[in-house]
């Protein structure tokens, strides 16, 4: 009864594996938001680092985390580091490439609960009076990452956060437009 019982969780644990290591070895995140704003206004909140802590979604889940910049205050080059509670783990995001009301392109090191380097970036498109804008981040996906995918859905729990920030962005952008 107990080797028939190791059989089936051995072969279990086989067909978990095999399944994980069939997932796809990149992945992309990617949510949009129509803005009652110009590009510039909305461009400015996600250049300059300081003010992300206004809309981010990640800034309200460990009020108290250390937050630390380095470099120039905006634009490329402009670096911000947390270290927070285990909601937010421990990382920092730097800017990679910045053309103004266009893009704004990040490089994102996770530190804690997990190591992980990704991108991300943000483009504005104008349309009339307002702003598409769009948020995305891509990066590879190591075994565990994907063995994760298999109970979780990482562009739907991703993807939620991606939509709070956005919504935050809008109700920003839009005020400051007024």
């Known amino acids: 009864m107990i080797t028939t019982i190791l ?8 067909v978990f ?38 809309w981010s979604p990640w800034a309200k889940r460990d009020p108290a985390a250390q937050r630390t910049f380095e ?6 080059g402009a670096v911000f580091a947390w270290a927070g509670n285990r909601k937010i783990g421990a990382g920092r995001m730097t800017i ?11 490089r994102l090191e996770f530190l804690k609960p997990f190591t992980a380097t990704n991108t991300a970036e943000f483009t504005f498109q104008p349309e009339g009076s307002q702003t598409l804008v769009t948020w ?29 920030g956005l919504a935050n962005l809008k109700a920003l952008a839009e005020a400051a437009a007024r």
């Open 136 to 164: 995305s981040m891509a990066g590879k996906s190591n075994f565990l990452s994907k063995a994760f995918g298999l109970v979780m859905n990482m562009d739907n729990m991703i993807g939620r956060d991606f939509e709070k």
């Open 96 to 106: 990679t490439a910045s053309r103004p009301h266009d893009l704004v392109g990040f």
């Open 71 to 76: 470099g120039p205050s905006a634009g490329t």
């Open 7 to 14: 059989i089936v969780l051995a072969g279990l644990l086989v």
């Open 17 to 54: 594996v095999v399944m994980a290591s069939q997932q796809p070895d990149d992945f992309r995140i990617v949510r949009t938001a129509t803005i009652s704003a110009p590009a510039a206004v909305v461009f400015a909140h996600v250049n300059d680092l300081h003010l992300w802590q206004e």
